[in-house]
């Protein structure tokens, strides 16, 4: 941390709009010394605090240390609540306790909920009015308490236990109910939101990019195509109580006939979807949504080894980086940073490419991390230069065999192109190393990515001499010989049975929802039976989907017997000496 740079610096890295995800990035923070641990944008201050007159009473600080934060000032506790009476009244005295108080409260953690043992204080509706609801301490803070009069006469604390093995989730961390507890707030509407809400909590959760039986209801747009189907929780979270819900209907049923076993929700599948989705709740920007809906309909589904008519790039076309369309229309145009990218040019219709926005892409975290700095900063060079350090560089493959790759260090400790990058370059022994990026064909495994190897390293460079290391090296790849391989071929095996064992239980739901179809519409009165399939199935497709259940069953007992123990001695031999 140090004191803000000069305003001339200051500007160029200024943050463009509120820092509402967590950064690790450099940036300027503002606080109120009354409330040090409630961090403020700069992005914020500027567009609120400044002008003001409580504006001398927050200081800004230059972080560049690297730590995670985000921005706090955007909850709607502030903005729907607190602000301008304070700006009215001149009295800064309720924010204040809000911050202060807001300090000490752990964040919501979200749908995937909390364990007891984490000490999160919880609130329910009134009179038990929904059973099943409970509502975090963050959320009631930063959500209810911005309704306050609906929100203090229908939540109090829980008083029930808590037990420490057990998970609770918050339900307003789902952007349904959040739009809902809004709207039936501004009408005091409560018996609605009473009677909404349950539905939603008993909704499936997306199932993200699973294939699955369509069990639940999809909907699908007005205007198609035929074929684009979103699940229920992805249509209440993102589309009801929207501009976009008359834009969209319930899909009908026997979707496996329509459309094959593979239906599946398109938000849930496709990463850019997903940011576009979330973009949207905080943008509201709906004619942005469609006309990026159309786009990706349209084109190539992002994935890795992707065939595109079009790619884009940033204006400097750094070399190794590539944007399909589909990304371009809901990750760079709803972000607002178009304006750094273009057309890129020389890309054959037919190469194979991975978009370098798809998560299968190298160092993805470390990508969207960059395109975040450069959508609050409204600046391309951050992500400029980690694509020019990193995009032709290979992930180390740590503890597996890789050809074809170029290799630094000695012929008994071998260290691949990342680690040499990032923690062997620039020391003692780099320079007197044999290998300097040599290609190698055939299959070769680094060395340099175990914490213990890199402080053996560490000592060598101290003493100059190497002779200690190259030595452990040898005796570690003897024990990566005897253990590894086998410890492999067993998981391998045992995975495969589990696929094989899915494939199996699919098809018999496949199977046995089609002939429950087919009994319904055609009754008959004659069952068919089977040693192993047993008895009361009216068609084929029924004897079929029993046939595909025993299968399952049997391979079951199978990957109950493997030799689960033999891995786990093996394994436990391998990390000893890694």
């Not at 009473?57 to 602000?83: A, E, M, N, V």
């Amino acid at each position: 941390s140090s004191t803000p740079p000069a305003p001339a610096a200051q500007s160029q890295a200024a943050t463009r709009e509120c820092i509402s995800s967590t950064v690790i990035f450099a940036a300027t923070w503002y606080k109120h010394h009354q409330a040090p641990n409630f961090p403020i944008c700069e992005s914020c201050y500027e567009r609120q605090i400044r002008g003001s007159r409580f504006a001398s009473q927050f200081t800004g600080t230059y972080h560049d240390d690297g730590k995670p934060r985000l921005c706090r000032w955007k909850s709607p506790r502030i903005k729907d609540c607190l602000w301008e009476p304070a700006v009215s009244s001149g009295s800064l005295e309720r924010v204040i306790e809000y911050l202060i108080v807001r300090s000490t409260i752990p964040d919501c953690v979200g749908t995937g909920g909390a364990k007891g043992s984490a000490g999160i204080k919880w609130y329910r509706p009134r009179d038990n009015a929904i059973p099943a609801m409970v509502v975090c301490q963050a959320c009631y803070e930063d959500l209810i308490l911005a309704c306050p009069r609906f929100g203090v006469d229908h939540f109090e604390p829980s008083t029930l236990v808590h037990q420490a093995d057990q998970t609770w989730a918050c339900d307003m961390a789902l952007p349904y109910i959040q739009r809902e507890f809004k709207v039936r707030a501004q009408t005091n509407d409560w018996k609605t939101f009473v009677s909404a809400v349950p539905v939603r909590m008993s909704i499936n959760p997306c199932p993200g990019d699973k294939t699955v039986y369509p069990s639940d209801k999809f909907f699908t747009p007005v205007r198609g195509p035929e074929g684009l189907l979103i699940c229920m929780a992805c249509f209440c979270d993102y589309i009801l109580l929207t501009d976009q819900a008359n834009d969209w209907k319930d899909a009908g049923e026997d979707l496996s006939r329509r459309f094959g076993v593979s239906v599946g929700c398109f938000f849930g599948r496709q990463f850019n979807m997903r940011v576009l989705a979330s973009r949207t709740l905080d943008s509201n920007d709906q004619a942005l949504f469609r006309q990026a809906i159309d786009t990706v309909i349209n084109s190539p589904r992002c994935a890795t080894q992707m065939q595109s008519p079009a790619w884009f790039t940033l204006l400097s076309d750094p070399p190794g980086f590539e944007i399909c369309r589909a990304c371009v229309a809901t990750i760079v145009v709803p972000m607002g940073i178009e304006q750094h990218f273009t057309l890129k040019q020389g890309i054959s219709s037919d190469s194979k490419i991975t978009c370098s926005f798809n998560p299968g892409v190298a160092r993805f975290g470390m990508y969207m991390n960059k395109l975040l700095e450069m959508v609050f900063k409204q600046d391309p060079a951050p992500l400029e230069a980690f694509i020019r350090e990193y995009a032709c560089l290979p992930l180390c493959a740590r503890d597996r065999y890789v050809e074809k790759r170029r290799w630094y260090g000695w012929e008994e400790c071998t260290i691949c192109a990342e680690c040499h990058h990032e923690f062997v370059r620039d020391t003692a022994l780099a320079d007197a190393m044999p290998h300097q990026g040599t290609f190698v064909e055939g299959g070769v495994m680094c060395e340099m990515y175990s914490r213990r190897m890199r402080q053996m390293y560490l000592e060598a460079c101290s003493s100059g001499d190497a002779t200690s290391l190259l030595e452990y090296s040898l005796q570690r790849r003897a024990v990566y010989g005897a253990t590894m391989p086998r410890l492999r071929q067993i998981m391998n095996d045992l995975k495969m049975k589990m696929l094989q064992q899915n494939m199996a239980l699919n098809n018999s739901m496949f199977y046995k929802y089609t002939g429950n179809t087919f009994y319904r519409t055609l009754p008959v009165e004659t069952t068919y039976a089977g040693s192993a399939i047993g008895a009361g199935h009216y068609n084929h497709m029924q004897i079929k989907g029993a046939e595909y259940a025993a299968q399952a069953a049997a391979i079951g007992a199978e990957i109950r017997g493997s030799p689960t123990y033999i891995a786990e001695e093996l394994e436990k031999r391998w990390r000893s000496v890694e």
